[in-house]
């Protein structure tokens, strides 16, 4: 069996220096205290049904999904967990939700993409409502 090659001393020392850099790079991607981000795995109840008006939509960030209204009345909902990078969004303004930590905007109405750099429109869940209260996430 041919003996392999050992790394040189100044081989072994570059990773040393480089896998710190790397890992701080690895960390700019994910949201501080956030690393558990997800959306609904189950319904949820995200209270009352005149809280979301036609052509606004609303933030619940303690569940990561959004639920908008259009003109018609119909709503929508969709996971706040960006597309980019896996961020939980937890910003509205208006209709746009703001990815705090690439900056990627999405329409709180369609969940599509509006600013890079996420490229892929936020999932969908579904929802509804019962006896006036409003139900998103699987099942629902």
């Given at each position: 069996?041919?003996?392999r ?7 072994v020392?570059?990773g040393?220096?480089?896998?710190p850099v790397?890992?701080l790079?690895?960390a ?21 049904e005149?809280?979301?008006?036609k052509?606004a ?7 990561n ?9 119909t709503?929508?909902a ?5 597309t ?21 905007q ?22 509804k ?11 629902a």
């Open positions: 069996m041919p003996a090659p050992s790394a040189s001393r100044r081989t020392l570059r040393a220096a480089v896998a790397a890992g790079g690895l700019a991607c994910s949201a501080p205290g956030q690393g558990s981000a997800a959306a609904p795995t189950a319904p949820v109840d995200l209270g009352a005149s809280k979301v008006s052509g939509a609303k933030l619940y960030r303690d569940h999904v959004v639920v908008s209204r259009d003109g018609s009345g709503l929508k969709y996971s706040t967990i960006c980019h990078a896996g961020c939980p969004i937890n910003k509205l303004q208006g209709t746009t939700l703001i990815c705090p930590c690439h900056g990627s999405f329409d709180a109405v369609t969940g599509k993409v509006v600013q890079a750099p996420a490229t892929e429109p936020l999932a969908e869940l579904p929802v409502t019962t006896n006036g209260r409003i139900i998103a996430g699987p099942g």
